[in-house]
Structure formats: structure tokens, C-alpha cells
């Protein structure tokens, strides 16, 4: 049984998900850098997670990192959870979505960036939802 408030089984999640989204939140693969459809724009509102439309990110702490993926500086309080992650051959720290456990992504520090925390979340574009102010 998932630790996660929102829990279903895999069934139930590929029965919601797209193949691509599966793989990313329920598989933690990546998607191919450059493939965002939410880089570009500057609109207000909150990314959500694609798998349980809990809100994670305010459009406010989005930033262009050029890196080919979506970066925040941080993310919604309680939202996200950390964990050390040694795939790959590398010590990084993912981040899954508090609320389900989806894979979005992966935090990197100390990089340089001028942002108020020099942290970059670096998001598959494919486990968020935007939801814009009204």
C-alpha cells in the first residue's frame, strides 16, 4: 500500500495516463529535453500534477534555465518530496509529487542561477498541468 494520500494500482493509473505520462510518473523515465509544451509563455497560474492534479508549482517561480525542460526555483510548500536517488551512475534528488508519488523530476543546487534559492527543479513537462488564474 502506497504512503500516498491518492493511491491506485497500476492498472488503475495506466487506465488515466497517457503511455508517455505513465512512464514518466509510474516508471520515472524522462522525456527528451526540448519536447515542453510548457516552456514557453508567461501566463499566471499553478502546474499541477498530470497523474492527480494536486498543485505543485506557482507559475511565478518558473524560470528559463535552458536546460530543455521546464525549471522552478521552488515549489509549493509540502508539495513535492525529495529523496537521493543513485541511478544512473550519479547521486542526485528526485522529486515526486507529495500527494500520489509521481515522478517529476529531479532538484539541483548551487548551480549559479539568480534565482532566490539557486535551486533548479528540473520537471519532465509531461507529469505537469497548467491551470491558469481566472
Known amino acids: 500500500?502506497?504512503?500516498?494520500?491518492?493511491?491506485?494500482?497500476?492498472?488503475?493509473?495506466?487506465?488515466?495516463?497517457?503511455?508517455?505520462?505513465?512512464?514518466?510518473?509510474?516508471?520515472?523515465a524522462t522525456e527528451r529535453p526540448d519536447t515542453d509544451k510548457n516552456l514557453a509563455g508567461s501566463t499566471v497560474g499553478v502546474y499541477t500534477c498530470a497523474g492527480c492534479d494536486s498543485p505543485l508549482y506557482k507559475s511565478s517561480t518558473k524560470f528559463d534555465a535552458h536546460c530543455g525542460w521546464p525549471a522552478f526555483y521552488e515549489a509549493i510548500p509540502g508539495s513535492v518530496e525529495l529523496f537521493e536517488d543513485h541511478s544512473h551512475g550519479m547521486t542526485r534528488t528526485e522529486m515526486v509529487c507529495a500527494a500520489c508519488g509521481g515522478h517529476l523530476g529531479h532538484v539541483f543546487r548551487g548551480e549559479g542561477y539568480d534565482t532566490p534559492t539557486d535551486e533548479r527543479h528540473c520537471v519532465n513537462s509531461i507529469s505537469l498541468k497548467f491551470k491558469k488564474d481566472e
Open 1 to 28: 500500500m502506497s504512503k500516498h494520500p491518492i493511491s491506485k494500482t497500476e492498472a488503475e493509473w495506466r487506465a488515466i495516463l497517457s503511455p508517455s505520462q505513465f512512464a514518466i510518473l509510474r516508471q520515472k
